[in-house]
C-alpha cells in the first residue's frame, strides 16, 4: 500500500469545551464521550509527540497545523507559545504554518500580537449581522455574543492579523443570502467561507452515547427516519443562497473577494481536482485528533466506531495509512449512488460529504446527499459563468475579465 505523502489533522488542544453555547453547535455533545473527571487540556506530553510526529511523518516542505475546539483560546496564550517553540525545534527545515479557529470573543492585544508576531491565519466564526448572528450563537447564560466578537474582530484589525470569516448556514441566516454576504464584506472579510447547517436529531445509538445528533449514516446504507433539526437549512433554499451570492459576486467581486466554494468550483471547472474533501472523489486524507491524542477518521466522524487509535500508542503514519482508513476514504466513491454516477455536475460536487448521505434517490436507492437538490440549482446556474472564466484562465487572462461581461 503506498503511504500518503501529507494529509491534515485539525487538532482540538481543549476537546469539545467551549465558553459559548451555540444551540446548533455539534462538538458540544462530545464531552459525553468521556468521564466525567476528564481534563479536556492537552498535556505536554502529548503536544510534543504531536507536534514531532506530525511534521516528520509528511513527506512535504510545508506543514501547516490546524487548531480547533471547542474554543482553543481558552487554554491561554502561553499554550500556543509551547507550540510555536516546539515546532522550531522539530521543523527539520520544513516551513510551518498556523491556522486557528475561534469564537472572537476572548481576543485582546495580548492574543493578537502573538498572532501577528507568528503569522497565525485565524478564522472567525461569525454568522451575519446582528440578528442572524445571535440567533444561535450564544454564551453559556444564552446571552447574544455578536458585539464581543466584533470587540475580538477589531482587535485581529488593529494588529493587521490575516484572518478569514467561517459563516454556518442554517434555517435563519439562509434566507438573507445577500444581507449576510455585504456584511461580511462590510467588516473587512475577503475570504469566506459557507458551512451548511445539516443535523439530524438523535436516533437509538445517538441517545445511548448520551448523544443529541445522530451519527453519519454507515456508507451505502439507508438511514431511517430522523428528521433534520429545525435549524438546519433546507436543501434547496441552501441552493438559492448560493446563487444569490454567486451573482453578485460574478458581477461585481471577482478577484477581490474569495468565497472558498467559488474557487473549489472554478478549479473543478478547470479539470482540477478539488482542494477541499467535501467535494473530492475520495476523502481520508483530514482527520481529527482530540485533546489526549486520540484520533478519528474525520472531524464530523467523532464517533466510537470511527477511532483510529492513539498517537501515544500508534503512530499518526499508521493510523493515516491504516486499511480502515484508506477504506473509509474511498467509501465516498465506491457508495456513490447510480443517480449521482450519472449526475451532469457529479465533477463539481462528487456526492460531497458522506456525512449527509442519509436520503434515497428517485430510484429508491440508499445514500443520495440531503443537500443534493441545492447542489444541482447552484452549480447548474453557475455553468455559463464558469466555462468563460475557465477559458479566460487557460488564455493566460485574468478571470476578473468576466465582470465586463456584465457592464
Known amino acids: 500500500m503506498d503511504r500518503v505523502p501529507a494529509y491534515h489533522i485539525m487538532t482540538k488542544p481543549i476537546g469539545p469545551i467551549c465558553n459559548l453555547d451555540c444551540r446548533y453547535c455539534y462538538y458540544l455533545e462530545k464531552e459525553q464521550l468521556y468521564p466525567a473527571s476528564e481534563n479536556f487540556r492537552m498535556s505536554d506530553e502529548v503536544l510534543e509527540e504531536y507536534v514531532r510526529q506530525y511534521i516528520a511523518s509528511q513527506a512535504v516542505p510545508e506543514i501547516g497545523f490546524a487548531w480547533q475546539g471547542g474554543e482553543p483560546t481558552l487554554l491561554g496564550v502561553d499554550f500556543f507559545r509551547k507550540v510555536v517553540a516546539l515546532q522550531k525545534k522539530y521543523a527539520n527545515g520544513k516551513r510551518i504554518t498556523n491556522a486557528l479557529q475561534t469564537n472572537g470573543v476572548l481576543l485582546d492585544d495580548e492574543w493578537c500580537s502573538f498572532f501577528a508576531e507568528h503569522g497565525f491565519l485565524i478564522g472567525l466564526s461569525i454568522d451575519g449581522p446582528r440578528e442572524l448572528h445571535d440567533r444561535y450563537r450564544v454564551d453559556k447564560g444564552q446571552q447574544p ?191 456513490l449512488p447510480k443517480y449521482c454516477r450519472e449526475c451532469s455536475v457529479r465533477f463539481a460536487c462528487n456526492g460531497e460529504c458522506p456525512k449527509h448521505r442519509f436520503i434515497r434517490t428517485i430510484d429508491g436507492e440508499p445514500g443520495l446527499n440531503y443537500l443534493c437538490a441545492g447542489y444541482k440549482r447552484f452549480f447548474n446556474h453557475i455553468d455559463p459563468t464558469m466555462r468563460e472564466m475557465a477559458g479566460l484562465l487557460q488564455r493566460g487572462l485574468p478571470a476578473t475579465r468576466i465582470m465586463e461581461s456584465f457592464r
Not at 198 to 205: I, S
Not at 229 to 245: A, C, D, H, N, P
Not at 255 to 278: K, P
Open 145 to 335: 455574543t455578536f458585539d464581543r466578537v466584533m470587540t475580538g474582530l477589531s482587535f485581529l484589525k488593529k494588529h493587521k492579523v490575516e484572518f478569514n470569516t467561517l459563516t454556518v448556514i442554517n434555517r435563519a441566516n439562509s434566507l438573507k443570502p445577500l444581507e449576510v454576504y455585504r456584511f461580511l464584506k462590510e467588516i473587512g472579510s475577503g475570504f469566506l467561507q459557507f458551512i451548511p447547517l445539516v443535523e439530524r436529531k438523535p436516533d437509538g445509538d445517538a441517545k445511548g452515547l448520551g448523544l443529541d445528533f445522530s451519527e453519519p449514516p454507515l456508507p451505502g446504507q439507508w438511514s431511517p427516519s430522523e428528521p433534520v433539526t429545525s435549524w438546519s437549512v433546507e436543501s434547496r433554499q441552501y441552493g438559492e443562497f448560493l446563487v444569490k451570492i454567486y451573482d453578485e459576486w460574478v458581477r461585481r467581486d471577482v478577484g477581490t473577494v474569495f468565497v472558498q466554494l467559488f474557487d473549489v468550483a472554478l478549479g473543478a471547472w478547470m479539470g482540477m481536482e478539488s482542494s477541499l474533501c467535501v467535494f473530492a472523489e475520495t476523502c481520508g486524507n483530514a482527520l481529527v485528533m482530540e485533546h489526549g491524542g486520540d484520533v478519528y477518521s474525520c472531524d464530523h466522524y467523532v464517533y466510537p466506531r470511527y477511532k483510529l487509535g492513539n498517537l501515544m500508542n500508534r503512530t499518526l503514519g499508521d493510523m493515516v495509512n491504516s486499511p480502515e482508513q484508506r477504506k473509509f476514504g474511498t467509501d465516498k466513491l465506491t457508495t
